[in-house]
């Protein structure tokens, strides 16, 4: 029973570490791809649809990780 609480304290510690750093990676690089008068800059239509397709995917496992996480870390106290 201990060891299956630790796993739950060890997950739900690291699992909404892992969707800040994702939310904050996909914050960083779309804050790099703006010009000076704050408009996105793409090489193509494909890239563009591609990335925004993968950043809002991406933003999405970030707030499941960093719920599911702290669902986690209140389950032992229950």
Do not use: C, D
């Given at each position: 029973m201990?060891?299956?609480?630790?796993?739950?304290?060890?997950?739900?510690?690291?699992a909404?570490?892992?969707?800040?750093?994702i939310?904050?990676?996909?914050s960083?690089?779309k804050?790099n791809?703006?010009?000076?008068?704050?408009?996105?800059?793409?090489?193509s239509?494909e890239k563009?649809?591609?990335?925004h397709?993968?950043?809002?995917?991406?933003?999405?496992?970030?707030?499941?990780?960093?719920?599911?996480?702290?669902?986690?870390?209140?389950i032992?106290?229950?």
């Amino acid at each position: 029973m201990m060891n299956w609480i630790l796993t739950t304290q060890i997950t739900g510690g690291v699992a909404p570490t892992a969707g800040v750093e994702i939310r904050y990676f996909i914050s960083r690089r779309k804050f790099n791809r703006r010009t000076i008068a704050g408009s996105e800059v793409f090489k193509s239509y494909e890239k563009a649809r591609l990335t925004h397709f993968s950043e809002r995917f991406g933003r999405l496992v970030g707030l499941i990780l960093i719920l599911g996480g702290l669902v986690l870390l209140l389950i032992p106290l229950f």
